[in-house]
């Protein structure tokens, strides 16, 4: 859109310095990786790459990323399902309640995740754990999944709002039943839409330490976790800040495919530009 | 619950789908059920559920000695918080905290999410920018907490790039604890302010130009209205996760405590469940109360 | 063997009930009340449990919650390593979660998913009570006979005889001091607490309730009025004095320190140049070599710690805790152990294989040292020094650090 020069040069330069403080500290952890001191002492007096080498034949960061990663796809998987379904019902049937459920969808992530970590550890401990299940990665997956479902359903059903129901209805008037017209029809529809939804969902679950912490049994251990950890290990904190550098590199590509794959990095995207 | 109205399909299919299909078309009733169970179950029985069970445990007490639950009704919990100034103290402070986080990051999102989604031209670096944004999420929390450390600590990163002005930084404290949240919740208040800015039609704004508005009338008068819910779907993540948070002020907040600090001391120290579990009633009540206002500004659908 | 140990589990739980309802809630703690029901502060038995007869097969796996320091893999630093050696010769594969505090631990212990704990004292009676951890047959742990036998069968780690853990190691809370900011070495803890203290604003104190009781020995010792007889057995009065002194230390800290690791860059930073602390932290700041640190024991006295490692009652894989326990106190390990952290090592032939003069600095064969520190205990409403049930309890103690802070 047209803008005058001074305002387009004003948001430019609001823009570089917002950026500037989003990557500096990030530029602090990236120098504290090769930072020589082991309390990430500033500023640094002398280097090491060990931090990267030690990083890179570390076995508990590759155990926890695995474990992050499993934790990350089984909440993402329930999230999508369970999202979708509940996105479907809102934006295609009008029934009493319609209000409430998006309300109840929303409450998992808006309501602090430290209540949401206490209250999962008090129903798991008295309803799971005499049934034999113990604490484990499982109960990680139901946690996680709880507060990835609203992202999802967010993502969905703003699709499904914006493409109408009117494709669908020429699907079935022509003669589709519902299992075709979702296969052919809707699903291509909202494709974008759950990626955007799942990648945000990983990115939550990836991410997310407190609810974890209350719901992982003994033996599992996320990269969040294990990060946690290792910060409260002598000699062994600047380690964290190698892996977190690599993490971040490694997650550019992925990330930036994914939005490709979603066709633009915000979940609202015209259907007529899908690729 | 009962399915109505906008049912939109009303000849039945004339072939090529399965008997099952065929069936479950003749009964939108039972679709919606199929399609509702599952979840309700999740977060109607499992969630909600859960904060049940959490909250009922607020009426019970431990055994001082030996931490078992005494599972019988008492009030005594609910009188400790209530009576005790320092619980009000906290919960104020943390309030501010969240509202301080929440300004902060309305004022940084605005410029940086309008430049991406209504200035910049090309499609590659619209994206470019908005995966600039969102990528510190994946350096994970406590990492940049510690890089928080590091910049604000006694002759850490900022008073050492200070020092050649002869100033100093505020060190560890509540206006780090402000700047550290701040900082780890702005992409959270910048995405749906880009996804309202991204849906607002460039000619509405243009429109106003057109009619000899001012940059700043036209932001006031035309983009503010139209992105509050993005805004207000922003501040629910940023005042939620700042009433929820305990390490960060841990990290870099000196001798601060906040609210989620009583929460987590009780139930992850002390093994004072139910006194958590009264204290937890505060903000959920804040965050309910808030919701339930916001509900109407379609803020929800943004989050 | 799951469904075994949930088997004995009910059954202890039942003999429990059994013993409650029939009144034998016998007082160990003298002045109890009279009725065991009525009484909310008359100590009624611990669940009773049965230690094992025999150690079997390892179960392939051991869950640990262990202060940081006591059961290093290798990860920390691939020379300090006594878990791998113990997975090469049992086959149990260990799991180890740091507990920050004795609370935390307690916490983690009451999820039922361990199998042990390294607890202080301020831990030990409450799991035994609640039924958290079982008695322990010594005569299954070899190592046991050559431990110091000032710390066997302690009113810390037993009950009526009966042992309830293998001591680990023991030491004494420390004054630490930056010796370049802190030119006259401190000698009293009133370095804490004097409100004109040239290091306002500067000082390091640890982050948990316990740490009243080293302003109620700061008070035993410079208050007679008080009459302050144990600091952790404090009426209103004097709970209140102790309360109120550490408000007042309020604005000289900098910052409390829950986990070490914050210490540790607290003082490196000269953020606090002056605090509480444990000897493993001043290594690890003189290993550092940002700053130079000093720490001795207050004249006052001092506080301090002595670690169990128990069995929990609803242990998956006791012989492994079993097999663990003989590991961590067998003369070699338990010298790693200590020297690692900067404690005395329970084990007295640890002595042998120590760096020389290890074990005098810590004073780890002397009882008379051992005996005068005020180790960690949990405070009772039924006063630990017997004048009845008139102290606060550590319910009281947790909300009052929480006002304390602010």
Redesign the interface.
Known sequence: ????KS??WG??A??GI??V???F??L??LI?SFNA???????PTSWTTQWWSKAAT?E?VRSALLTSVKAGIGATLIAI???S??A??VA??????R?S????????????????G???N?????VL?PL?I??GLFTVI?GH??FC???VF?NV??RLRRTG?SL??AA??L??????TFRDVTFPAVRSALVAGALLAF?LS??E??VT??TA???VET??QW???????????PI??A??AA??IA??AP??LA??MSD?????VQVGAEP | ?????????T?P??????SG??F??RH?RL??TG??T???L???V??????A??LV?AFWSTDEFTGQLIKQPTLKNFHTLLTGQVYWVVALRTLGIAVAVTVIDMI?AV??A???A??VKSRGL??A????????????????G??????FIN???ID?MLAPLGLKGPGLGIPATIFSLA?LW?PYMI?PI??GL??LP?SL??AS?DLGAS?GKTFRGVILPMIVPSLIAGS??TF??T?????MVKIVGGTTQMF?NI??DN??VANN?PL??AA?VF??TV?VIY?LAV?RSGA???? | M?RLSRLFTITAASAAVALMAAGCGSSTTGGGGSSASSSPTGRPAPPAMTAATAVGEGEG?L?LIAW??YAENG???PAVDWVTPFTDATGCKV?V??G?TSDEMVTLMK????DGVSASGDATLRLIYGGDVAPVNTDLVPNYATISDFLKLKPWNSVNDVAYGIPHGWGANVLAWNTAAVTTAPTSMGALFDPNSPYKGKISIYDAPTYIADAALYLMRTKPDLKITNPYALDDTQFAAAVDLLKQQRPLVSSYWA???HQ??SF??QESVLGTSWQ?NVN?IN??A?VKVDSAVASEGATGWSDTWMLASKAAHPNCMYKWMDWITSPKVNDQVAEWFGEAPAQTKACDVATAGFCDQFHALDAAYADSIYYWTTPTANCLDGRGDICKDYAAWVQAWTEIKG
């Open positions: 859109m047209n803008l005058s305002a387009r948001l430019t609001i823009t917002v950026l403080f989003i990557y500290p990030l602090v952890v504290n001191s082991k309390v990430f002492s500033w500023p570390n508990g399902v369970l999202g379904m509940v479907f019902a295609r049937y009008d029934f009493f309640g209000d459920i998006s309300f109840l969808v929303i409450l998992p992530i808006a309501l602090p995740g430290i209540i949401t206490i209250a999962l008090a129903s798991f401990s008295t754990v034999g113990s604490f139901l999944a709880t479902i609203v992202v967010n059903v703003a129901s669908e209805e079935m008037d003669g589709a039943g519902p299992f075709q990115a990836f991410d330490i407190v912490s209350f049994g003994p033996g990269l969040p990060i946690f950890n290792n910060l409260f290990r002598p000699n062994q904190g964290i800040n892996v977190a993490l971040l997650f550019i990330v930036y939005m490709r633009g990095p915000s979940r609202v | 619950m009962s399915a109505l109205a906008t049912e939109p399909m000849s299919p004339s072939g090529g789908s399965s299909s065929a479950l078309y939108p679709r919606l399609l509702l599952a979840p309700m999740w977060l109607g499992l969630y909600l559920g859960s904060l069970i959490m445990a940084l410029p940086i309008f430049t991406a209504k200035v619209r994206y920018l908005v995966i600039a944004v969102t990528m510190p999420l994946w350096a994970g929390y406590l990492v940049k510690y890089a928080m450390e590091t910049m002759n850490g990163v050492w900082y702005l995405l880009y996804a991204e849906r460039d704004i243009e130009s940059a629910i993540f939620s996760l009433l929820g948070d305990y390490i989620a929460i987590y139930v992850g469940l958590a579990a937890a903000p959920i965050i919701l509900r929800l659908d943004n989050l | 799951q796996e869950n940081a320091g990860s920390t630093d799991n979660k740091i920050n999820t039922g998913q361990y986990d070490y690791t540790v860059a490196d930073s493993v690890l290993a550092d940002k």
